[in-house]
């Protein structure tokens, strides 16, 4: 359960910020008005900062009675999964692809494989490590 609410929190990061106007600029998620549309540009970015934070802090405090290298390991993962070769890779080609009208399914792909599926095999991979 910790990986799960770890990993929904970047979860939620992630469309609070794909939602900016520097990403893709939506007003509506699910039929509601947007983070930053609710709450300003500064505290949508603010919000999904916190929520990036909170899920490390959730995932190394609240594991109780688990060998800290095992926690060590956890993060670790949540960290590379987030990073540059995981939903940040994946969240820049999205913004890069935007416009292009010749996106094809391996293009497609690469995107959904780096941004979603990633924080899924995170879950499965934390679960096995903490």
Known sequence: MLAACAVKMIHTMLLIHDDLPCMD???????????????????????????????VEHLALSTVGIEPSRIIRAVEELARSIGSEGLVAGQVVDIHSEGLSNVGLEHLEYIHLHKIVALLECKKKIKRKA
């Open 25 to 55: 600029n939506d007003d509506l998620r699910c039929g509601k008005p947007t983070n930053h549309k609710v709450f300003g540009e500064d505290v949508a970015v603010l919000a999904g900062e916190a929520l990036l934070s909170f899920a």
